[in-house]
């Protein structure tokens, strides 16, 4: 059975950095591109960010290109979002997901459950 | 960027019924749009990738239609399990793989 399970999230403020984990198991994590995607509260879904199987590509949505930063462990099956200067708009439900192919052009098939990230003074 | 729009924003079916849900695409994304389901407190769910490929443990009630710019998700008899948001996003041209806003499918 497919797990995701994030950790990290938590209240920080603006300006403030934050490193999501997502640990996964259940399926080989070095053969998929994985995803984060966010959530604000009350609203619909916006992609953050991808990386490939192996790591060597990686993209970002242009609302946190330059402040976040996609990594994976693929010896531990972690998957990681740095993200610093954040700002209130970051404020979301920040969803780990496993893709359905290697490269970075697929949808998700499997979410964790999600970890939230609140950006306040 | 694509921006992709669903409509209707919210959907009132009664169980039982056929819903129609669309989600249309600003530029071609060809077949290369998905839909997801998410029920309140939890994930989202892939339902559909490829347009019209039903992803693993969604029943045949579910299809999907169009390439394109034009796409349809329709539940040819809505149950109980079904009332949720379902959401379609393009994976044509990356970054981003925008999502549409959501249409929200409630008990009428």
């Known amino acids: 059975e497919v797990q995701l399970v994030e950790s990290g999230g938590g209240l920080v403020q603006p300006g403030g950095s934050l490193r999501l984990s997502c640990a996964a198991s259940g399926f080989t994590f070095s053969n998929y591109a994985m995803s984060w995607v966010r959530q604000t509260p009350g609203k619909g879904l916006e992609w953050v960010s991808v990386?490939?199987?192996?790591?060597?590509?990686?993209y970002y949505a242009d609302s946190v290109k330059g402040r976040f930063t996609i990594s994976r462990d693929n010896t531990n099956n972690t998957l990681y979002l740095q993200m610093s200067s954040l700002r209130a708009g970051d404020t979301a439900v920040y969803y780990c997901?496993?893709?359905?192919?290697?490269?970075?052009?697929?949808?998700?098939?499997?979410w964790g459950q999600g970890t939230l990230v609140t950006v306040s003074s | 960027e694509i921006v992709m729009t669903q409509s209707p924003a919210t959907l009132s079916v009664s169980p039982g019924e056929r819903a129609t849900l669309s989600c249309r695409a600003s530029q071609s994304v060809s077949s290369n749009l998905a839909w997801y389901q998410q029920k309140p407190g939890q994930a989202p769910r892939l339902l559909i990738y490829g347009a019209s490929t039903r992803a693993t443990g969604f029943p045949a009630r579910f299809s999907g239609s169009g390439s394109g710019t034009e796409f349809t998700l329709t539940i040819s008899s809505l149950q109980s399990e079904d009332f949720a948001v379902y959401y379609c996003q393009q994976y044509n041209d990356w970054p981003p793989g925008t999502f549409g806003q959501g249409t929200k499918v409630e008990i009428k």
């Open positions: 990386i490939s199987n192996g790591g060597g590509s990686t």
């Open positions: 997901a496993k893709d359905r192919s290697s490269s970075a052009f697929s949808p998700s098939d499997y």
